[in-house]
Each structure stands twice: as C-alpha cells, then as structure tokens.
C-alpha cells in the first residue's frame, strides 16, 4: 500500500508498514508487532511529535553516551527494522559499540539482524558469539558480550523489557531507555528514561551529540542538571494537559448548540424589541 504523503498520520503509518515487512522477513516477532500498537497508542496521545521533557532527557542522554569510557547500543528486532541506519549514525558520533541483543533470540535472527546493520554501514557488530552473561535475568536476553553490554559503562537500551533494564543498572551501569511507555517498567527502572519514539530519539540523540561534542562545558552542565524524576513527572504532567486539553474541547463541542440556541434566542428578542 502506498501511503499518501499528505496523510496526518504518515510517518506512524509508514513506521508500521516497515515492520509488517521486516516480520515478514523473520526480522521482528509478532511480539514486536503488539509492541509497536501499545507505542502508537502512546504517542498519538503525545500527538506523535517529541515533547520537551524528552528532548530534555535526549540531551542529558547525550552528553552521558560521549562521557562514556565504554558507550554500547543494543539493538532488537524492532530497532533493527526502524531505525538501522540512524542507529549506525549515531554509533559513530559517540563512538560506541552496537550488539545486538534479543528477547526472543535465534541464530538466525541474530545473523538477520548484523547484516542489516552492516548494510547500513556498521563495523564488528557483537551478538553472534555471546561470552557473559547479564546476572540475575533468566531468559536469553542475559547473553551478552564482555566487549558489548555486558563490559559497558553507559549503555542505550531502546524498547526494552524491564528485567533486563533493573539487572543493568543493578550492575551499576547508566541505562538509557527509550520507550513511549511512560509508565513501563522500564521507563521506571532506566538511569535516563527517554519517553520518545525510536527514530525521533535516536535522531535528536545524533543531533545532540554533534552539538555538545563541541561543547565540553555545557555537555558537563548538562550531564548536572538532569533531573531523572523531575523529568518523568513532566512527562506525566504533559499527559494530565494534553487529556484536560482534549476534554475541555469535548465540552465546547457540546456547549456549541447550546450557545447558539441562546444566540437565536438573543436575536429573536432584539428583533422584538426593535418592532
Ligand atoms: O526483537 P526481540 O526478540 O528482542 O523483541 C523485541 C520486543 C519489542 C518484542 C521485546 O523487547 C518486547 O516484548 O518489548 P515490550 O516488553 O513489549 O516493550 C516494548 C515497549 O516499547 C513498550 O512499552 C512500547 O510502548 C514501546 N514501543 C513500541 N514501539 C516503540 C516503542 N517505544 C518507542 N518507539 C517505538 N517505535
């Protein structure tokens, strides 16, 4: 299906015909489907544009990947499908590490996966040959790489599940997730939850880092002021507006005939009285 480039929903729309195609292609997993629908839901009610108190988050998430000694992305099904070659981009501005790790992990999702990447221009991709594991987490989601993951000091941890997030910053690492959840486990449990879409974040993450790469003072300032729960709350304060926003329209929309009605009744009275 061809999408019109005028409809208002475009970009989602396009998003989601991109990973029917990749699971076809036994890139995603149904699982990754569902996930997509709940994300939409989410950011149709963010009116599918990045709101400030993620932008904010997307700096601080910034500034803390180029601070890293040992900066690693992990990429899934689904960011594989979405956002392949933003996530090579942004590797190479920080530098970090990619490895693909997968809830639902197969050999040959995997071997899927790294050509993907290296198609987009990645180099030494880890994932094929895990040599640690994550303690504490039970399914294969805990193998992982001494170089990737497992040895990283900040790792980008994009649509994630919740156990992995809390055994990663168990082990004491800066996690920074990225999900439309806000109230997902692993939005609570991330070091730098980023409440985003993949593709806008990972974009506004390249930006970023471009910019405060050139700016070591402010990237310190920044890395500073980031406050996790305030941030979390503005996003659930943006939420509260937007549903009062939306409801007050309701109620204007019902007042309307009311109003007019009155109006009629004004006009009819005036024209009596000019009589
Ligand atoms: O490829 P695999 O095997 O590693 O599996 C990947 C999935 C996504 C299936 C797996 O990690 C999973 O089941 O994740 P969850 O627990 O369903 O969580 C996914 C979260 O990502 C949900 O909270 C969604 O709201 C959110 N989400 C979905 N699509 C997007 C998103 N957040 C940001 N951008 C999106 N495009």
């Not at 729309?13 to 990973?19: A, G, K, P």
């Not at 990749?22 to 569902?34: D, R, Y």
């Not at 790792?155 to 156990?163: A, F, I, Q, R």
């Amino acid at each position: 299906m061809t999408i019109p480039r005028s409809h208002p929903r475009y970009e989602s729309l396009v998003r989601r015909e991109r990973l029917v195609r990749a699971w076809k292609q036994g890139v995603v997993v149904l699982e990754g489907l569902v996930a997509q629908g709940r994300g939409e839901a989410w950011d149709y009610l963010f009116g599918e544009e990045t709101i400030a108190p993620a932008l904010v988050a997307e700096r601080a998430a910034a500034a803390h990947l180029l601070a890293a000694s040992r900066a690693v992305i992990s990429v899934n099904g689904n960011v594989a499908a979405l956002a392949a070659r933003e996530v090579v981009q942004l590797a190479r501005a920080i530098p970090a590490r990619i490895e693909v790790n997968l809830f639902h992990r197969t050999e040959s999702r995997v071997k899927k996966i790294v050509r993907i990447l290296e198609r987009a221009g990645a180099r030494n991709v880890l994932g094929l040959r895990p040599n640690a594991r994550i303690p504490g987490i039970e399914s294969k989601r805990a193998l992982s790489h001494r170089d990737g993951v497992f040895g990283a000091d900040v790792v980008l941890v994009p649509l994630e599940d919740g156990d992995r997030a809390e055994a990663l910053v168990r082990m004491g690492k800066v996690v920074i997730s990225v999900d439309l959840n806000p109230l997902s486990r692993t939005s609570q449990r991330a070091t730098i939850p980023i409440v985003d879409e993949l593709t806008r974040a990972i974009l506004n993450l390249k930006k970023f880092s471009e910019e405060l790469k050139a700016n070591p003072e402010e990237a310190v300032r920044v890395r500073r002021a980031y406050r996790r729960s305030g941030n979390l709350g503005a996003g659930y304060s943006f939420v509260e507006w937007r549903l009062r926003h939306l409801r007050r329209g309701l109620v204007r929309r019902e007042k309307r005939p009311a109003a007019k009605k009155r109006k009629r009744a004004t006009h009819r009275a005036a024209g009596r009285h000019r009589q």
